[in-house]
């Protein structure tokens, strides 16, 4: 069964960082592509960046520039490194096996305060 679970989110001011975390399970990690999606209140799922089981990496215009998504396969883990963070970045940030986040952990709280 796959399981994920994110870590990391927070309330910062506008500029500041973060760094989330995913610990992942049930499947061959280090094989599979992983991605970060978000959800802003009241709206749909967005995706934010992805990473192959090569390590090339893919960002969301968005974020393009700010974000940064790694993954250590010794630990099961990707992450997202966040820069610059701006209030449009507020929302639920999940991690996820597919770009459309169909399947994702249960997700973690960036709040960014103007």
């Known amino acids: 069964e796959v399981q994920l679970v994110e870590s990391g989110g927070g309330l910062v001011q506008t500029a500041e960082s973060l760094r989330l975390s995913c610990a992942a399970s049930?499947?061959?990690?280090?094989?599979?592509?992983m991605y970060w999606v978000r959800q802003a209140p009241g709206k749909g799922l967005e995706w934010v960046s992805a990473i192959n089981s090569g390590g090339d990496t893919y960002y969301a215009d968005s974020v393009k520039g700010r974000f940064t998504i790694t993954r250590d396969n010794a630990k099961n883990t990707p992450y997202l490194q966040m820069n610059s963070l701006k209030p449009e970045d507020t929302a639920m940030y999940y991690c996820a096996t597919d770009s459309r986040g169909n399947v994702r952990g249960q997700g973690t709280q960036v709040t960014v305060s103007s």
């Open positions: 049930g499947f061959t990690f280090s094989s599979y592509w």
